[in-house]
């Protein structure tokens, strides 16, 4: 079950090499572009091995940019292996024309951390995960704010809008490339802001995983710790698995490729969804039996109920070496009762 059905035709702008995994693509919406805030996402429809499939991309840099030039920029990082969607959307040339919906966002900066009584802010980007951040930097530092940002990546050519970044922050930017033993110490981080800083972090599930448990264990406020994924490539290479759900009795397999999400909609269960991409727990559902192990790849559950193994979110996680029986949360209305003639 989608959540919103606004979608509307955009077409592709310009597209830009960033990085050797990095594309960046403006788009062009025909209603126009609206006016949007800072960590706004939109969604895209693409077509994944003959299947229509619903990407999010945050958008970048600064909204009075993006309305001045009336086109949105995105950033797709090329995902090998993935699901498809970043190989399509890399196929993408200058007047291609695509579906798309929002912005919206989950991801905005709170009115005390935009406002002008600013308190001191940690910015932490891994890798494309920098695509909320730039605009949140070079906002938040026009402003005068206290403001960090931390930027960690696999490689030094994945080191997007560096430059931006530098002339934003100066040597409030501290970039971490760990194939040069660059390790980005989060809990140390945490440790140095001063009370009732927060944190804004965007990066793959397991580095928010960290982020959060560092975060609690410094008994920070967890109100002051926002934060948005693109996804986890999990703890395991993605594997086919079996599922049973005996409420529909239903008997599918999720082919390494798919999100269980995904096939539990094909086979018709209604499911709740919103995010896609582990964060906000709507699509959860209810584990009755497993065999193998489950990679957890949301940052929606808290550690203990990862461990439990009770509740999987659909959208992106997995089992390996076997398969799971479960039960959707969502719930058909009971009929209700017949209204009592007098
Ligand atoms: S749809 Fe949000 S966690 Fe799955």
Known sequence: MKLDERWADAVVDSVQPLSPTVRGLRLRPAQGVQPWTLGSHVRVQVQVDGREEVRSYSLVGLPQDSLAAGCWQIAVKRAEPGRGGSRAMWQLQPGDRLRV????????????????????????????????????AQFLAAQGAPVRLCYAVREPAEL????????????????????????????????????????????????????????RAAGRPAAHLRFETFGSSGTQ?????????????????????????????????????????????????????LEGRIDHRDVFLSGPERQDNRRLCACVSRVCGGGIVIDSAWRPDPPRPAPAHR
């Open 160 to 215: 997007v809008w560096v430059d931006t970044l530098r002339s934003a922050l100066g040597d409030r930017l501290s970039t971490h490339v760990s194939s040069l033993g660059q390790r980005l110490d989060l809990a140390r981080e945490v440790a140095a802001l001063p009370a009732g800083a927060q944190l804004w972090i965007c990066g793959p599930a397991s580095m928010l995983q960290a982020a959060q448990a560092a975060w």
């Open 101 to 136: 919906a929002g912005p919206d966002n989950h991801f905005g900066l709170a009115p005390a951390t935009a406002g002008a009584a600013h308190r001191p802010v940690l910015l932490v980007a891994g890798g494309i995960g920098i695509t909320p951040l730039l605009g949140m």
């Open 237 to 289: 290479a993605a594997q086919a698995f079996w599922v049973r759900v005996p409420r529909q009795g239903l008997a599918f397999e999720v082919p390494a490729g798919r999100s269980l999400l995904d096939v539990l909609n094909e086979q018709g269960v209604d499911t709740l969804a919103d995010c896609r991409r582990g964060e906000c727990g709507l699509c959860a559902v209810d584990v009755l039996e």
